[in-house]
Nanobody, 121 residues
Framework: QVQLVESGGGLVQPGGSLRLSCAAS????????MGWFRQAPGKEREFVAA????????SYADSVKGRFTASRDNAKNIVYLQMNSLKPEDTAVYYC??????????????WGQGTQVTVSS
């Protein structure tokens, strides 16, 4: 059974950057697309980004397009989310997930525990 562990969250000022990492256990990492979702207090979980199994295709929510970049290293079983030009509205718990290349939660069948990102001055 796959385990996904996110890291890299923290407190950052508006306009700053963070890079989230998601390390996956198991030998099937490279067969799956990976997604990033986030959930802010009092809000539903929302799609942020997805990357296909090769890393050659990515998709993003309109709210993060041009600021966030998903990438992966299949040799290390790690997927990344580079977040630039962060805004207070990016504050949320960020989750990585494994599944098919989609933008809804049901496209994914394994989830990490989440990492908190707080954007505040």
């Amino acid at each position: 059974q796959v385990q996904l562990v996110e890291s890299g969250g923290g407190l950052v000022q508006p306009g700053g950057s963070l890079r989230l990492s998601c390390a996956a256990s198991g030998r099937t990492f490279s067969r799956y697309a990976m997604g990033w979702f986030r959930q802010a207090p009092g809000k539903e979980r929302e799609f942020v980004a997805a990357i296909d199994w090769t890393g050659g295709s990515t998709s993003y929510a309109d709210s993060v397009k041009g600021r966030f970049t998903a990438s992966r290293d299949n040799a290390k079983n790690i997927v990344y989310l580079q977040m630039n030009s962060l805004k207070p509205e990016d504050t949320a718990v960020y989750y990585c997930a494994r599944g098919s290349y989609g933008s809804i939660s049901s496209d994914y069948n394994a989830w990490g525990q989440g990492t908190q990102v707080t954007v505040s001055s």
